[in-house]
């Protein structure tokens, strides 16, 4: 084999165990919502005296940010579509279009945040209030992350353009996205939908 | 000003004394290590050959060195904790105040779990699991290194709050709320408690997807899952503990985290908090640790029975299904830690009774091991004795476990030094013993020379003794009503003379690491005379003796095909190790400074978040952002050793065994 090949075959047998590596990543990081939705559950109406869920959510203003989160989901898998069929140019395009919504939801978040604190209802307001700042924030840092990566694989494909290792990371950042899109899904039902009712 | 080097205000002098001698301690040691790699110009030979080395034997033996550091400074603890309880009696306040013994018992705990028997079971897992899976590495090469290089960096952290604050908590080794919230302990020591073991936690996260997935994809060609050895199995379930309980552990303390510093109400008595939800979490984590921590033990003893009785292990698939048996239970006993904290009669009973279920596959091993024995040719060398004082000191402890977990006795008992003595004797006897053979046992496959068997025995016995000695008072006292965590008793209770006995099993201990030392030290200096030639001392059974000690970068010239569970031995009977053939390159892992910088980073985020400076904290974030870019886009990760090179490693090591 020649030394350009060997290190080919390295890489293709590095994509199948990172993959398998990052599904038990995300199995790890699944818990971690499951810790925090636990945690919300119990203390969702440990209020102490301040306001509940019902007086503070907007659902219209949930249904657009979940809207906008679930296309983005829908343009990161015809990002990994075009990146398998080794079109540069749309991958490039739906990525970006996914980081431009990835971001829009990000702004419409804080946008939240900022009102519901400025209303006097912050994280330190009660264990109702802390809880939901957590666990509806950890998603909001893992978009930010998310975000992050997605930059820093927009600056590999400019420079290297589209190999095996840019198709095995943007299929990684597609799982990755799908999982927050399901997150923000089980969020939107417990914490906003169950909040209201 | 937020450093306060050598100033603790209201402590009083005898502490000071003790805190300024820990101080010098750590500040020596780490100046002398550094004086000492400037003159003997050593500095970039560590950095080059281990610090940023990616290959799984060398990051073990680095966790092995943090471990055995760590084992010292827990060891110190201890030292004080028995003086104070056998001096502390009546009239005498023994030699340290209240506030402090609460430090030393948290450090105490805090080290031994995290940062030795943890770095221990690491360490082990790191130099033998790809050996014995026939693998030329892990899966991730460069997160296993990231992986210890968070460990670390928890381990320097926990030493840093003796310099930098002069506290730790004083809470406990799980540090409860409503106790370790802001309005109770608002000193930085329960922050230092927080962040070390949440980095090291993270570390060990990573770890833990790393092994599974090298355990599911990195394994010989032949070698199905019933043809792993079972140190694979019992590593493949600690892992997934690992996996399914550390991420709990890291949400625990975020919220702990945000409670202390940004006024959130989750576990505090005011705003609605529930301090029992944190109860309730820190066990689902903590349950499944304990047995994070057993498994890869049961692992190493398994090997070491079958290896040195000479006979295939006995009830191999029993054993797998046991192992299984236990990761399943493992979340389903937390509650078994706090029977008397209000859950209800019914709760308690399904959690008493999946604790006594427990017992029954872990009684398995225990009668599959002793089954191995039976008609076997046994050599009791230093892994057996090691082995045997596990059994007995186990089974004492694992009958008083099943005590505890009936709910009417654990109302008794709860909170008395009978629990103490439980874990104690469960943790050392169980775990540490069985890192200790596991160490005894694969010590010439990892070094290339053999350690001395002579004193490797005299500490084992030294061990168990000690063990007896010192934690049987405490089962007494315990019975006694002894509650734990005393730093003081009335003279009229009687209980001194138990405590000096549990002192003098203390004594018995450190006279046992005295001879480990001792025995690491002349192995070392004598390495010359005791060099392993042919790669199997043992006369072992599994794939990681196939291999030249210390095994080569690659592990394997060739890798394996396996058709038996003792593989290797297999071969022997068959005559002939392995069929010389034509080598091919090997592709390896180029070393990397990434992990260590990654840490670096971690490490200062969690310094600036401890002592309140934001400035540092997003220069740390902005760190692990960069890093982590310029590691993306670096290409050349890997290197090829060509085949050359791998036949003059080979024909030399043909030549050492004529």
Same mark, same amino acid.
């Given at each position: ?11 293709? &047998? ?36 301040? &306001?509940?869920?019902?007086? *503070?959510?907007?659902?219209?203003? +949930? ?25 540069? &140019? ?41 809880? =939901? ?22 600056? =590999?494909?400019? &420079? ?9 990371? +943007? ?8 999982? *927050?899109? +399901? ?15 | ?78 030292? %004080? ?64 290194? %990231? ?80 043809? !792993? ?105 937390? %509650? ?17 009774? !999946? ?218 009977? %068959? ?84």
């Amino acid at each position: 084999m020649t030394k350009i090949s060997m290190l080919q075959n390295e890489i293709q &047998k590095e994509t199948e165990t990172s993959l398998l590596g990052f599904w038990i990543y995300m199995m790890t990081d699944c818990i971690v919502f499951a810790s925090l939705f636990a945690v919300f559950i119990v203390l969702r109406n440990n209020t102490a005296g301040g &306001k509940a869920g019902s007086d *503070l959510f907007s659902l219209s203003f +949930i249904l657009t940010e979940t809207i906008i989160l679930l296309t983005s989901s829908f343009t990161s898998g015809l990002a990994l579509l075009a990146a398998q069929r080794s079109h540069l &140019k749309q991958t490039v395009i739906w990525l970006c279009t996914t980081g431009l919504l990835g971001t829009s939801f990000l702004i419409l978040e804080l946008h939240e945040f900022t009102k519901l604190d400025h209303s006097g209802n912050s994280w330190r307001g009660s264990a109702f209030l802390s809880s =939901y700042f957590t666990l509806v924030g950890t998603h909001g840092l893992h978009i930010t992350i998310g975000l992050l990566w997605l930059f820093a694989t927009l600056g =590999y494909l400019y &420079k290297k353009g589209l190999n095996e290792v840019s198709v095995r990371r +943007i299929t990684m950042f597609s799982i990755f996205w799908h999982f *927050l899109d +399901i997150v923000w899904i089980f969020i939107f039902s417990v914490v906003y939908l169950l909040g209201v009712i | 000003m937020i450093i306060s080097l050598f100033s603790s205000t209201s402590v009083p002098s005898t502490d000071r004394l003790v805190l300024f001698f820990g101080q010098a301690m750590v500040v020596g040691a780490a100046l002398l290590i550094a004086l000492a790699l400037v003159y003997f110009k050593k500095v970039g030979w560590l950095w080059k050959n281990w610090l940023t080395s990616l290959d799984h034997k060398k990051i073990g033996i680095m966790y092995l060195v943090v471990a055995g550091v760590m084992l010292l400074r827990g060891l110190a603890d201890t030292v %004080l904790l028995r003086f104070q309880q056998a001096t502390s009696v009546g009239a005498s306040q023994g030699i340290i105040s209240s506030n402090h013994y609460q430090q030393i018992f948290t450090a105490h705990g805090t080290m031994m779990i995290f940062f030795v028997a943890m770095g221990l079971v690491f360490g082990i897992i790191n130099l033998i699991l790809p050996l014995q899976i026939g693998s030329r590495d892990v899966a991730f090469p460069l997160l296993n290194n %990231l992986s210890f290089w968070m460990y670390a960096a928890g381990a320097i952290l926990i030493n840093l709050s003796l310099v930098f604050g002069g506290e730790f908590a004083a809470t406990g080794w799980l540090a409860y709320p409503p106790l370790s919230e802001l309005q109770f302990s608002p000193g930085v020591g329960v922050d230092y408690w927080i962040w070390s073991i949440q980095i090291a936690g993270i570390g060990t996260l990573l770890s833990g997807i790393n092994f599974i997935t090298t355990i599911l994809t990195k394994r010989a060609p032949g070698m199905s899952m019933m043809k !792993m050895p079972v140190f694979v199995w019992s590593v493949l379930a600690a892992m997934t503990l690992v996996a399914a309980a550390f991420p709990i552990l890291t949400v625990t303390l975020v919220l702990l985290t945000l409670d202390r510093t940004i006024g959130t109400h989750f576990f505090t008595t005011a705003g609605g908090g529930n301090a029992m939800m944190y109860v309730n979490l820190i066990w689902a984590w903590g349950h499944p640790e304990v047995y994070i921590l057993i498994l890869p033990a049961f692992g190493i003893y398994s090997e070491i029975v079958a290896t040195f009785s000479r006979k295939r292990l006995f009830g191999y698939t029993s054993m797998v299904y046991a192992i299984l048996a236990i990761t399943g239970l493992s979340f389903v006993v937390w %509650l078994h830690h706090f029977f008397t904290m209000g859950a209800g009669a019914n709760v308690n009973a399904f959690f008493g009774i !999946m604790t006594m279920v427990i017992a029954i596959p872990t009684g398995l091993k225990v009668f599959n091991w002793l089954f191995t024995m039976y008609r076997g040719r046994i050599n009791f060398a230093s892994p057996m004795i090691w082995f045997i004082g596990f059994v007995i000191t186990f089974s004492i402890g694992g009958a008083a476990g099943v005590m505890l977990g009936v709910p009417p006795i654990d109302f008794q008992l709860h909170n008395t030094l009978f629990l103490v003595a439980h874990f104690h004797t469960m943790i050392i006897g169980g775990a540490l013993f069985g890192y200790f053979a596991g160490i005894a046992y694969w010590f010439p496959k990892v070094f290339g020379f053999k350690l001395d068997e002579k004193l490797g025995k005299i500490a084992a016995y030294l061990w168990i003794a000690g063990l007896i000695c010192a934690f049987t008072p405490l089962y007494i006292l315990g019975l006694m009503g002894a509650t734990r965590r005393l730093d003081h008793y009335d003279a009229s209770l009687g209980w001194q003379g138990l405590f000096i006995v549990a002192g003098v099993g203390v004594v018995i201990i450190l006279a046992g690491v005295a001879v480990q030392f001792m025995m690491f030290y002349l192995a070392i200096k004598n390495r010359k005379k005791n060099l392993d030639t042919t790669g199997d001392p043992w006369n072992g059974r599994t794939l990681e003796w196939s291999t030249t000690s210390p095994a080569p970068v690659y592990n394997f010239a060739i890798i394996p095909t396996v058709s038996d569970r003792d593989e290797f031995f297999r071969r022997k009977q %068959l005559g002939g190790i392995l069929p010389r053939r034509k080598y091919a390159a090997i592709v390896m892992p180029n070393n990397s400074s990434f992990g260590f910088f990654m840490a670096g980073w971690a490490l200062m985020f969690a310094f600036s978040v401890i002592w309140h400076y934001p400035p540092t904290m997003i220069v740390a974030l902005l760190g692990v952002i960069g890093t982590f870019i310029v590691r993306t886009f670096d290409d050349t990760t890997t290197h090829i050793i060509p085949a050359a090179e791998i036949e003059a490693i080979e024909n030399k090591r043909a030549g050492a065994l004529v």
